[in-house]
């Protein structure tokens, strides 16, 4: 019998969203994401469901973002890349309906959160992170690019640090991704059992002010995130970052000799060109677009990506391989040229 990828429960007025496939940290199935739509339409009218609880199962994480080796296929033929379209209209969709959601979401970003698992809680009212979190849109390791919202998203993030999320895939912790306006409160592992218990356990029938009552019950929990390495860094990094171009950031970032311009610089040369242009300008687009033109744009990029033999070459390299070598169509920034980095957009 095939596991239940997703699993689904009600009581005490809450509807819980649970993530099962704890062996690949939850990456994000087409079943899957077709199952959280349906539910979660079906939620959304159902009088008896007063908000919703999304947690992934397993000791490493929430969700490490879509099911990678599944897009890989999009290459083998026609019918393959569609489905992999399919998968990402579908994803767009479901984490559009989070953002726009009439009932409470209360998302617990425990562990690993990245790409498709940001996606799905990013929308979310109440956003929980811990001393495990590592948050992170890690698209650009595998010559992709930030997508599930992302170029709206991040240009909500503080000065330029949206732009260096996006362009270096940098993971980051709990207290960053508050500072990042990922999150919005840091709960200690040791008390999260006792925290969820607390929610769960509550009878939420009857309840009038649903919103104020778990804010409530939140603060009894949250503890002090500490100090923020992106806030350490805020200035420096809107130094780096405030430019057009990506050779006039890596022109910036060599005008220094600090150890985290340095890491930077490395970090950025070690991605596909074409994804650094790309997102960069995606980026920029973002930047007056509303949610749904932002996911409309993230569906044509993704179909452009999964026709670039660079996208192939860095999940090669990546998940397929492992041998971190990837061998890039475009090697340097100076190969990709204005003209093709529209054609993405078209």
């Known amino acids: 019998m095939e596991q239940d990828v997703v699993l689904f429960s009600e009581k005490n007025g809450i509807g819980t969203i649970e993530l099962n496939r704890p062996k690949a940290i939850n990456s994000l199935s087409q079943r899957m994401i077709e199952l959280i739509h349906q539910q979660l339409t079906a939620w959304k009218n159902d009088s008896n469901i007063k908000f919703i609880l999304f947690s992934g199962n397993g000791p490493k994480g929430f969700c490490a973002g879509g099911d990678i080796k599944t897009l890989y296929q999009a290459k083998e033929n026609e019918s393959k890349y569609q489905q992999a379209i399919q998968f990402f209209q579908l994803e767009y969709e479901t984490d559009a309906l989070i953002y726009h959601y009439p009932k409470p979401i209360l998302a617990i970003l425990d562990g690993v ?10 929308g979310a009212s109440h956003r929980i992170v811990t001393e495990r979190t590592k948050w992170a849109m890690p698209e650009m390791n595998i010559g992709f690019f930030p997508d599930v ?18 362009l270096s895939a940098s993971v980051i912790s709990g207290s960053d991704a508050i500072y990042a306006n990922a999150a919005d409160h840091y709960i200690k592992t040791d008390t999260l059992d006792t925290f969820i218990h607390e929610i769960t ?8 002010n649903i919103n104020q009552t778990i ?9 002090s995130p500490g100090q923020s390495s992106l806030e350490n860094h805020h200035s420096e990094i809107d130094e780096y970052f405030s430019h057009s171009t990506l050779e006039e950031i890596i022109t ?25 242009k790309v997102t960069l300008e995606q980026l920029r687009r973002g930047k007056d677009k509303s949610l749904e033109a932002c996911f409309d744009m993230d569906l044509i990029l993704a179909k452009n990506f999964l026709k670039s033999t660079d996208f192939y070459e860095g999940v090669r390299s990546i998940v397929i391989d ?12 100076d190969d990709v040229k204005a003209d093709l980095v529209e054609s993405y957009f078209n």
């Open 113 to 122: 959160t990245m790409g498709g698992g940001v996606g799905l809680t990013y």
């Open 149 to 166: 919202g992302a170029s709206y998203f991040f240009n909500q993030a503080p000065g330029k640090i949206g732009y260096y999320l996006a």
């Open 201 to 208: 356990e509550k009878d939420w029938t009857s309840e009038t």
């Open 215 to 223: 804010d409530s019950i939140v603060q009894k929990f949250t503890a």
């Open 252 to 276: 910036s970032l060599e005008s220094t000799d600090s150890d985290f311009a340095n890491k930077t610089k490395q970090l950025l040369l070690s991605k596909s060109p074409i994804s650094l």
């Open 322 to 333: 492992k041998d971190k070598k990837p061998n890039y169509q475009y090697k340097k920034l």
